[in-house]
């Protein structure tokens, strides 16, 4: 059984973007790009909100047909497409699917023994994307991990990581990367005698 885990950029004064959604000052190089395939080889399912979703579906199809893609992100592209993906959303009609984006479940509510018996049919990771979807799992206590990417950067203002979160929540380190780039992966696991905040 996999775990149950998330991934988000944050800027050293705990933004996970800028005004407007800004997501330019994410440090992304080469390196970063094979820590995203190793991620992506462990992962079974991507579970996304809407705004996440639609980012990725903008992009990622796009990028397999582009002569200039990189190596690297056509490789990020092919094991994304190859996926399982589920979007959770209230608003969105329906997913596009195509020869490039393949494999995409629309569902409308989070629900706590769904997630669970999801996580106990896969083999591997499921990764959470976006962060107010990210808010509503830690809040039902849903997360095994969470991976947060400090970039070298302050931005002033945006979007606070986690803003909402209305109860404590202890966290364990778990691991530490330092990238050349200068970002710096802190992965921390929860502690499991903490309840779980209602839905």
Request: hydrophobic fraction near 40%; proline fraction near 3%; aromatic fraction near 8%.
């Amino acid at each position: 059984m996999g775990k149950i885990t998330s991934f988000v950029n944050m800027s050293l004064d705990g933004f996970f973007e800028g005004k407007n959604h800004d997501i330019s000052w994410h440090n992304v190089d080469e390196e970063f790009n094979q820590f995203a395939v190793e991620m992506l080889k462990q992962t079974e399912i991507i579970i996304f909100g809407r705004r996440t979703y639609e980012l990725f579906e903008e992009y990622w199809p796009k990028a397999a047909r582009d002569p200039a893609t990189s190596k690297s992100d056509l490789e990020i592209a092919d094991l994304i497409n190859n996926m399982e993906k589920i979007v959770f959303s209230k608003t969105l009609q329906q997913p596009n699917e195509g020869e490039n984006w393949k494999n995409v479940r629309l569902i409308r509510k989070v629900v706590h023994e769904e997630i669970k018996e999801l996580k106990r049919r896969c083999d591997q990771d499921l990764s959470v994307g976006g962060n107010n979807l990210l808010l509503t799992f830690a809040r039902l206590g849903l997360l095994d991990e969470i991976r947060v990417m400090v970039n070298p950067v302050i931005i002033g203002e945006g979007n606070s990581l986690l803003k909402g979160i209305a109860s404590q929540i202890k966290l364990e380190l778990h691991d530490t990367r330092t990238f050349r780039s200068g970002n710096v992966l802190l992965t921390y696991e929860p502690l499991r005698s903490l309840p779980a905040e209602k839905a």
